[in-house]
């Protein structure tokens, strides 16, 4: 395909929104209602149904693909992509630890530095790792460098998979998987319209359409089978678009308020539900 400067940067920039902001918090009740993960998980109070430990994949593979996007020059959309999308996928780790690990705020921030520290350091010294790769023309080496970032992002999505076959649910949002697939379909597209159609590049944006594909099947079969947004152990049904405020109050309500009697004929009936004597 011809080089297109223009539309080599307009689904880079498209790539960049819909690639690395599906981790993002959002703020209004129209996104509050879409559920972005980091959003809906502080809508949940919980990351109930998130690995952790496909996060760090992702952080990791997304801090070897920025250093590879900066040492092979792409276009600077795609450059601050894997950079932004290490950023919330960072904040959602955080997430997991206050939430599911009740890690205290020091803690928390404290890991959350150190972590950072980490991405940088690794980050410089594998873009340095990169350009001297293409500066001795070390063909093997630049193609290792390029293409680690899909194995170690695609290697992430497999504790998910786990995760998500053992609790017979994906608690992925829709609209998380629907902005990662387009995100990497238009960053593959940006591709094909620069000077050189970037192979190793693109394997890491296939892999992860490739891979949500696999979670949107998954989250057919479980709808089919009647196990998809159950809350773990309680039988109550989760809607996967509800609102914050919506999810919050049918859970509160679900937990707290009592089943309504008519009369005092039936309160010896609600007694014995309680599990309590009846009054004699």
Known sequence: MAYNKAANAAFAWLGLVFWSFQLAP??????CNLNSVAWQNFCRKSTEGVSVVMLYFWFAGNMFYGAYAVADKLYFGLIIQPQIFAFFTLLNILQVYWYAYKWSLTKTCSTGAILCIAYAGLHIGFWKAEERAIANHNDGAVTFLGVLPAIVIAAGFFPEFYV???????????????????????STISLAF??????VASITYLIVVLLDIVLVIMKVYFYIRGTQGRVHGSGIAVSSTSSCAGSQYSSKTSETSPRPFANNDNVELQQLEEGKQPVQ
């Open 194 to 199: 620069d000077h050189t159609f970037d192979y």
């Open 26 to 31: 959002q703020g209004t009740h129209t996104f």
């Open 164 to 186: 998500c076959v053992k609790e017979q649910s994906v608690e992925m949002s829709n609209f998380f998987i629907m902005l990662d697939i387009m995100g990497g379909v238009f």
